[in-house]
Nanobody, 114 residues
Framework: QVQLVESGGGLVQPGESLRLSCTAS????????MGWYRQAPGKQRELVAA???????NYADSVKGRFTISRNLAKNTVDLQMNSLKPEDTAVYYC????????WGQGTQVTVSS
C-alpha cells in the first residue's frame, strides 16, 4: 500500500506563489505516476499536473506557464510550484499516486484572495 502526506497550501493574494509538497511512503516502488488534482466548491475534481516515473509531464491548460511539477524519486516526493496565482486557482488540492491502485492524499486548501 502507498500512503501520501501533503504539505503547503494556505491563503495568498493574487499574483503570489505557493509550493505544495507530497511525500509517498509504503510500496513506493509500485508508483508509476504522481500528480496533483484540485476541486473547487461545486466543481468536479480536475487534473492540475502529473509526472510519470519516466519523467513525462502534463499540465492542465489553465496552469501552463504558471505551475511547475517536479519530483524526487530518491525521496519519493512530488512538488507543485504555483506562481502568479489567480482567484480561480482557489480549491482543495489533492496529491495523487497511480500504483497498484489509485491513492489520494487528504487534501490541502489553497485560497487566492485579496
Amino acid at each position: 500500500q502507498v500512503q501520501l502526506v501533503e504539505s503547503g497550501g494556505g491563503l495568498v493574494q493574487p499574483g503570489e506563489s505557493l509550493r505544495l509538497s507530497c511525500t509517498a511512503s509504503g510500496s513506493t516502488f509500485s508508483i508509476y505516476r504522481m500528480g496533483w488534482y484540485r476541486q473547487a466548491p461545486g466543481k468536479q475534481r480536475e487534473l492540475v499536473a502529473a509526472i510519470t516515473r519516466g519523467g513525462n509531464i502534463n499540465y492542465a491548460d489553465s496552469v501552463k506557464g504558471r505551475f511547475t511539477i517536479s519530483r524526487n524519486l530518491a525521496k519519493n516526493t512530488v512538488d507543485l510550484q504555483m506562481n502568479s496565482l489567480k482567484p480561480e486557482d482557489t480549491a482543495v488540492y489533492y496529491c495523487n499516486a497511480d500504483a497498484l491502485n489509485t491513492v489520494w492524499g487528504q487534501g490541502t486548501q489553497v485560497t487566492v484572495s485579496s
